[in-house]
């Protein structure tokens, strides 16, 4: 897939996804913590997933490599800060529980069924195993790292709201640049050592997700400008 088609796929899904979430929280405020928490639960085991691919990560003057989930953790980010910007720090900090037991039950699913022979038909079993062997690791990684660095994110952004309210700007990027960066760090670390060189794709994961995190931004300053500019219902 070329570069440019990946920019359109990820600005549709952004775009889709921002005023989706936004129309619900204003005509159904008590949905929409459901529906952001799915869309959160949807991220997360889609990167969980697509980790496993390593990509080269052309800027054009530069190139580098990283987890082709660079794509989609700042969707991650972008979900928490939007239920922590309406509903809270304590809902954000439920919602990472919430987003975490789904993940667990995940990977519990496909060791379940790994467990099973496979079809003497089946052509691709070889494929498949050295795809998810590789995956729990992954996975087990991504589970740490989400777990610490997604409550700090929700932590620091509740801080910069109350302490800086008229900034959205601030914590959002703020947050997102904090987690993001030492979630890249941790995460390459445990889910790389001794299967690949881990200086270029800690760099990559740390560009990648920062760059893309910071180009999902100005999606989360409309969505603030959509919920201020319409009247939200009680019920």
Do not use: C
């Not at 195993?129 to 700090?152: C, E, T, Y």
């Not at 302490?163 to 445990?190: C, E, G, I, M, N």
Request: hydrophobic share 55%.
């Amino acid at each position: 897939m070329s570069f440019p088609v990946v920019w359109v796929y990820w600005l549709f899904s952004l775009t889709a996804v921002t005023y989706i979430s936004a129309f619900i929280i204003n005509r159904y405020r008590e949905y929409g913590f459901t529906a952001l928490v799915a869309f959160y639960t949807v991220y997360l085991t889609a990167s969980q997933i697509v980790a496993t691919r390593l990509i080269e990560f052309d800027l054009g003057f530069y190139t580098f490599f990283a987890p082709a989930a660079v794509f989609l953790y700042p969707f991650l980010s972008q979900a928490l800060d939007m239920i922590n910007e309406v509903y809270g720090e304590k809902k954000a900090h439920t919602a990472i529980i919430i987003v975490f037991v789904t993940q667990v039950l995940f990977v519990t699913f496909i060791v379940m069924t790994n467990s099973l022979a496979p079809a003497p038909f089946f052509a691709y079993e070889d494929a498949w195993q050295g795809i998810f062997a590789q995956g729990i690791r992954i996975i087990i990684a991504s589970w740490l790292s989400f777990l610490v660095f997604q409550n700090l994110d929700a932590y620091v952004f509740a801080w910069m709201k109350r302490k800086y309210p008229k900034q959205v700007f601030l914590r959002s990027a703020s947050s997102d640049v904090l987690s993001l960066t030492l979630d890249s760090l941790v995460f390459v670390v445990l889910a790389f050592y001794g299967v690949a060189p881990l200086v270029p794709l800690i760099i990559g994961q740390i560009v990648a997700k920062n760059l893309i995190g910071l180009l999902d931004t100005p999606w989360f300053l409309w969505y603030k400008r959509y919920l201020e500019n319409n009247t939200l219902p009680d019920n």
